[in-house]
């Protein structure tokens, strides 16, 4: 074995692993990537089929963010926020509010029945104006539940601001973050150390009780019969907690699509709803976009095509349009108070991580010193320089032409490929966000029967794939697919294609 490899499995404590299967193995070592491929100590090849952990954006070893990178190390790599500023992060700042803020004139504008001039003055009132660095998707989300926390007890709203967060959410390990969580498997252990939150409901449609459709060889999504019960059920909540005394202050969600609940998408509308009576019971939306941000989650399906078909349907207006929307709130029109980034901030280069807020937020935290209304909330590495200059070229390259087509190409192409999952009797669903795709197997699929645990299908599966020269990780016995935007066509294929030959070389 080779000596880092030994050395791994001697003192190294892998994340979400169980070391006694870890170790019962040689691990892959990473030593190098260019693109979407990633190389081993041993040479072999690799297609990074879940952008590394969700977090790659452009490819790895970007010659323009390389560049950004060496031109900050020039200058300095790090010096404090702790009453400094620098350059790169003040610069950064004012884009991603520039960013957040695109929905004004972005081409996906709803029009409430009170009319749009009303509208966008309320609108005006949540405009994000305001950036807190932190390092990683957890911090962002801590920093949004304190900010939302002493704004409602200071607003007057609350004395014991209370929390309401959507069933399987996942919003990171830290504590706080925990606490808003809902995923039993990881959260039970520690719920000792946690503060009560309240959970609803959130639409899977795939497994939803109120969902009348028989299983059919079609995203869950777009064949569900229901009458939105799950809405009514974030209602009820709403309005029962403000019953009971004061309301929610925050209502916290994964917006279009729940990522470590399994890659469960939101049917469309679904976001819009919820948010509404959010706003109309007086709680904060805070939008958790650390998986969703920056493009992750594309367009509609029927607004791209595969390069070079000319099968597109034509819809009006489409040709000229070339835009994607940055976050996933702006796809459905919705403007929280607080949106919490990271994964995708700096391209998937270093740890990095801000949550935007309003002018009303950060004014409840301003007084005179001895009052002591500060924020006191920071880390070492807040709003380090590395990390802002590498931001900085990934927000470059989001909206260059080039990177605009090449994503929505691969978005198409995903698609395309993954109708030919629908034949194999161990796919039970297959969900598409933009570039974000999970592949759910099951056992039956006509009864949509899970595997048994012990049978470790997803984890299998995901063996078979890296066999094949493909990485990627499971959610339980969903397989994930979220290539970095610089996929090719061939490169998505192969991807599609392991997954396919790992399901029937595992499961048939
Ligand atoms: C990954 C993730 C987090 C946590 O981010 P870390 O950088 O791992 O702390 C929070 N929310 C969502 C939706 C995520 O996918």
């Not at 109120?210 to 229901?226: G, I, V």
């Not at 989650?297 to 000229?320: A, I």
């Not at 009303?360 to 935290?365: E, G, K, L, N, S």
């Not at 090449?406 to 978005?411: I, N, P």
Request: proline share 5%; charged share 25%.
């Amino acid at each position: 074995m080779h000596r880092l490899s030994q050395l791994d499995r001697q003192f190294v404590w892998h994340p979400f692993t169980q070391m006694r299967d870890w170790l019962r193995q040689e691990p892959i070592v990473i030593v190098e990537g260019r693109g979407a491929v990633l190389r081993d100590l041993k040479g072999r090849e690799y297609l990074d089929a879940n952008s590394s952990i969700w977090t790659n954006l452009h490819g790895h070893n970007h010659p323009k963010i390389n560049a950004a990178l060496r031109r900050q190390l020039k200058k300095i790599a790090h010096s404090s926020a702790l009453g400094l500023g620098n350059e790169p992060a003040s610069l950064l700042a004012g884009k991603l509010v520039d960013l957040a803020n695109s929905i004004y004139d972005s081409r996906f504008p709803i029009d409430a029945p009170t009319g749009r001039t009303a509208r966008k003055s309320k609108i005006a009132n949540h405009k994000l104006s305001k950036v807190f660095f932190s390092d990683d998707g957890s911090t962002a989300i801590e920093v949004a539940l304190k900010m939302a926390y002493e704004f409602a007890r200071r607003a007057g709203r609350s004395s014991k601001p209370r929390f309401l967060s959507l069933a399987g959410g996942y919003h990171g390990d830290t504590i706080g973050a925990v606490a808003l969580g809902h995923i039993d498997l990881f959260h039970k252990n520690y719920s000792g150390l946690l503060f009560k939150t309240d959970e609803v409901m959130s639409p899977y449609c795939y497994r939803c009780p109120f969902n009348r459709a028989r299983p059919d060889r079609a995203d869950a999504r777009t064949c569900r019969k229901c009458r939105w019960e799950c809405v009514d059920q974030v209602e009820r909540k709403f309005a029962a907690q403000r019953k009971r005394g004061d309301g929610y202050s925050g209502f916290v969600f994964e917006p279009l699509i729940q990522g470590a609940a399994g890659m469960i998408p939101q049917p469309p509308g679904w976001l819009r709803q919820v948010t509404g009576l959010a706003r109309s019971h007086g709680a904060l939306l805070i939008a958790d976009e650390v998986l969703t941000g920056f493009g992750r989650t594309g367009v509609p399906n029927s607004e791209c095509r595969v390069p070079g078909s000319g099968s597109r349907v034509p819809q009006p207006g489409l040709e000229t349009r070339n835009t994607i929307p940055a976050f996933a709130c702006q796809q459905e029109g919705v403007h929280p108070d607080l949106l919490c980034l990271a994964k995708g901030l700096t391209g998937g280069y270093l740890p990095m991580a801000a949550t935007l807020t309003t002018q009303q937020i950060f004014d409840a935290f301003l007084g005179d010193y001895e009052e002591f209304k500060t924020f006191f909330h920071g880390h070492s590495y807040t709003a380090n320089q590395l990390g802002a200059a590498a931001a900085l070229a990934n927000l470059e390259l989001l909206r260059s032409a080039d990177c605009l087509r090449t994503r929505r190409g691969l978005q198409a192409i995903l698609h395309r490929e993954l109708q030919s999952l629908w034949r194999l009797s161990p796919v039970g669903d297959v969900r598409q966000v933009g570039l974000i795709v999970g592949v759910e197997l099951v056992r039956n699929w006509r009864a949509r029967q899970p595997f048994d645990l012990r049978e470790r299908a997803g984890i299998r599966v995901c063996g078979a794939m890296a066999r094949r020269g493909v990485l990627t990780r499971p959610i339980g016995d969903v397989i994930v697919l979220m290539p970095p935007y610089c996929t090719t066509q061939r490169q998505a294929e192969t991807m599609v294609a392991a997954l396919r030959e790992a399901i029937r070389e595992v499961l048939s």
